[in-house]
T-cell receptor
Framework: EADIYQTPRYLVIGTGKKITLECSQTMGHDKMYWYQQDPGMELHLIHYSYGVNSTEKGDLSSESTVSRIRTEHFPLTLESARPSHTSQYLC???????????????FGQGTRLTVV | AQTVTQSQPEMSVQEAETVTLSCTYDTSESDYYLFWYKQPPSRQMILVIRQEAYKQQNATENRFSVNFQKAAKSFSLKISDSQLGDAAMYFCAFYNTNAGKSTFGDGTTLTVKP
């Protein structure tokens, strides 16, 4: 099983609240990613990071923000949650370069967020 | 920009039979990797198989194999001797080495019938 962890697994929260979704990996991977996925649907990349102090916006516009102060930690924050943010959020990591590994991504179990 | 297309939203297969999931992609890149990931219901997404674009030989992992046609930009997944545990959503993914990120297809939900 991959050493990448997301907390909480499930979160129901009221509109307007600030939330932070946690993601940690113990594999020493440089690259980390956040994807948004509605149930049974495709993954949309919303943020990624090449390493400490590096953050980039993904292909899908998102009102969330991320930070990368430590290699192992890549939290995602929503300053003011709205019902439209209801979705599943998947965190992933990969090595920057690894001979023979081909940059495969290791995924966390996801956080299912419901904003009421 | 890359696009990844999985033309089969849903597939079903009888236990012990063989099924093939389709994936096509579009890119102008020459250095890339292709992956198939499996996402069981309410469980972690895991890697099924990977293919380096520079390798002509098709990758295989036990009952899983791919048919990689680089010129046609096609990357299908064949599951042999299907098992109940193979039931999941399968995603085809293209990894752009230069950009350092992946593009995923829309996914194919595979049902395995006993």
């Amino acid at each position: 099983e991959a050493d990448i962890y997301q907390t909480p697994r499930y979160l129901v929260i009221g509109t307007g609240k600030k939330i932070t979704l946690e993601c940690s990996q113990t594999m020493g991977h440089d690259k980390m990613y956040w994807y948004q996925q509605d149930p049974g649907m495709e993954l949309h990349l919303i943020h990624y990071s090449y390493g400490v102090n590096s953050t980039e916006k993904g292909d899908l516009s998102s009102e969330s923000t991320v930070s990368r102060i430590r290699t192992e930690h890549f939290p995602l924050t929503l300053e003011s949650a709205r019902p439209s943010h209801t979705s599943q959020y998947l965190c992933a990591s990969s090595e920057y370069k690894s001979a023979g590994a081909g940059a495969e991504a290791f995924f966390g179990q996801g956080t299912r967020l419901t904003v009421v | 920009a890359q696009t990844v297309t999985q033309s089969q939203p849903e597939m079903s297969v009888q236990e012990a039979e063989t099924v093939t999931l389709s994936c096509t992609y579009d890119t102008s890149e020459s250095d890339y990797y292709l992956f198939w990931y499996k996402q069981p219901p309410s469980r972690q997404m895991i890697l099924v198989i990977r293919q380096e674009a520079y390798k002509q030989q098709n990758a295989t992992e036990n009952r899983f194999s791919v048919n990689f046609q680089k010129a046609a930009k096609s990357f299908s997944l064949k599951i042999s001797d299907s098992q109940l545990g193979d039931a999941a959503m399968y995603f085809c993914a293209f990894y752009n080495t230069n950009a350092g990120k992946s593009t995923f297809g829309d996914g194919t939900t595979l049902t395995v019938k006993p």
